[in-house]
């Protein structure tokens, strides 16, 4: 595989993502580093970097490049945002990084950096209509999207490093700072009043500060999935975290759970910032991304010559993704994903599921032997354990539970949902089953992974289940094993399960 070395440096922060690819293939996170260095620290009106920030910046990047130089990295994207745009002494920055670095450092401007984090969110999210934000440190983009595709954008001069120095001058902070600091957020966004919550239209937010928000958030409610990407927050727990950390001082707030150090300072006028944008524009709750910029970038340079680099189904897109970066054989989960959906079609009366479970147990058959690449026993539990983990875009935390749990199920045992029931709905649990169980018989109908069944057939009555098969060969192992495999369908479904041949 190809690697690419993706590096933005921001006002607050500056990271490093590397993915390694095959080009219109698969493609897979290898590794990210961020190192902050509040390269905007102290700029205020005058807009001039200051001699050390710009010390801490060059030497990150230098880092940066070598570490891509010593892991095979074979190109490098870089690009600077607000704090260089902004600044009237960029050629002491030049000088500083082009004696410490060879990178072709790219500045982009107030409407690159929105399209980029807007492809970012677009190509990770399933929001069709609805609005994208970007908070860094020296400003916020934000953005309008209809049918998935960019409407228009507006830059705010609201980022929490700008916010934190112009406006908190106290520790804990004081009525008086947070009121200046809550007008200096409407002030910023005044100039957006197409910002509006609608039927239908979603809100989306990336950057460093949501991404803590959402952490903190899962901490104290003891959310059990360790996924930030996708995470819905609330504009209630947004309100009772700004109201937490605004109680506190600044050693205080490292206590508290989700918050790094490094963003204790920070966090608070960056929550004010996306507390006033939720506010005007009427908006009860927004789905984190955790991706942005630098995903934004590897998606023009991966999914090209396309004009936009859009994923037009990003969801079937990355479970064929990590289907290929486990060595899945598509021909036996093809016969499998073709077994299952065909059992669930016949019994829809009884299950009376829609589209949307079709979908989940279609990709599940694609990706449910991905653990064997770890090993054979138990791979199941490899299984599930690599769908928990893996960087799936377009699905909602629920979706991956239950794409996880049917991967868990496939061959023997049941998953324990109950830790999750924070993101599952009520009757989540028989859904899994029921879904599980036509999963795994189809699993067992595709034994020898030799595709010898051919179809299926479901007589149902009100008492009992037989499935009859049809196969091109000798169906007697399918069979012997599928009905030795049966209990699970004969639980989910409340009747006795038969499988047999069909007459010759």
Not at 13 to 35: H, K, N, Q, W
Not at 168 to 186: F, H, T, W, Y
Not at 413 to 437: K, N, W
Not at 476 to 492: H, S
Request: net charge neutral; proline share 3%; with cysteine.
């Amino acid at each position: 595989m190809q690697k690419i070395g993706i590096i933005d440096l921001g006002s607050n922060t500056t990271r490093l993502i590397v993915m390694a690819y095959e080009p219109g293939s698969c493609f897979r996170l290898t590794d990210e580093v961020s190192e902050t260095v509040r390269l905007a620290e102290g700029v205020g009106a005058s807009r001039t970097l200051r001699a050390e920030p710009i010390h801490r910046a060059v030497e990150a990047l230098s880092m940066f490049e070598r570490f891509c130089r010593n892991t095979g990295v074979t190109q490098i994207i870089a690009v600077g945002t607000s704090a260089i745009r902004e600044a009237q002494n960029q050629d002491v920055f030049w000088q500083a990084l082009q004696r410490q670095t060879s990178l072709d450092l790219q500045i982009i401007s107030a409407e690159e950096e929105a399209y980029l984090g807007y492809l970012g969110t677009i190509n990770a999210l399933t929001i069709r209509d609805g609005f994208v934000f970007d908070t860094g440190g020296g400003s916020t983009q934000v953005s309008a999207v209809r049918d998935r595709r960019l409407l228009r954008s507006f830059s705010a001069q609201a980022g929490v490093l700008r916010f934190t120095e112009r406006f908190v001058k106290s520790d804990p902070i004081s009525k008086s700072d947070m009121r200046r600091l809550r007008e200096g957020a409407q002030q910023a966004f005044a100039g957006i009043d197409w910002v509006r919550a609608g039927d239908g239209l979603q809100l989306a937010g990336m950057g460093g500060t949501v991404r803590t928000l959402a952490r903190m958030d899962q901490k104290q409610r003891g959310y059990s999935l360790d996924r930030i990407h996708g995470y819905v927050l609330s504009r209630a727990a947004l309100a009772a975290m700004i109201e937490q950390m605004a109680g506190r001082t600044r050693r205080e707030r490292e206590s508290i759970p989700g918050l790094k150090s490094d963003r204790a300072d920070v966090t608070l006028a960056g929550a004010v910032i996306i507390d006033q944008l939720m506010e005007q524009g009427g908006f009860s709750e927004l789905t984190v991304s955790g991706q942005g910029v630098r995903e934004g970038l590897f998606y023009q340079h991966f999914l090209q010559p396309a004009d936009p680099p859009i994923m037009e189904d990003q969801r079937a897109f990355s479970i064929l993704n990590l289907a290929r970066l486990h060595g899945y054989e598509p021909a036996h989960c093809a016969k499998v994903a073709e077994l299952s959906l065909s059992l669930f079609d016949q019994l829809a009366p009884i299950h009376l599921y829609g589209a949307w479970e079709r979908e989940l147990l279609g990709h599940a058959a694609l990706i449910h032997d991905i653990g064997v690449q770890v090993g054979y026993y138990d791979h199941h539990k490899h299984s599930a354990y690599l769908v928990f983990n893996a960087a799936l875009l377009g699905f909602t935390h629920r979706e991956i539970v239950i794409l996880a749990c049917l991967a868990r199920n496939h061959r023997k045992g049941m998953a324990d949902v109950s830790e999750h029931a924070l993101i599952l709905q009520p009757d989540d649990e028989q859904r899994i089953a029921r879904l599980s169980a036509l999963l795994r018989l189809a699993e067992y109908l595709e034994r020898s992974k030799s595709q010898v069944v051919r179809a299926v057939e479901v007589r149902a009555a009100e008492t009992s289940i037989q499935i009859v098969v049809h196969a091109d060969g000798d169906p007697t192992v399918e069979i012997w094993d599928a009905n030795r495999r049966a209990g699970l369908m004969k639980k989910a479904f409340g009747r006795p399960v038969e499988i047999v041949a069909a007459p010759s």
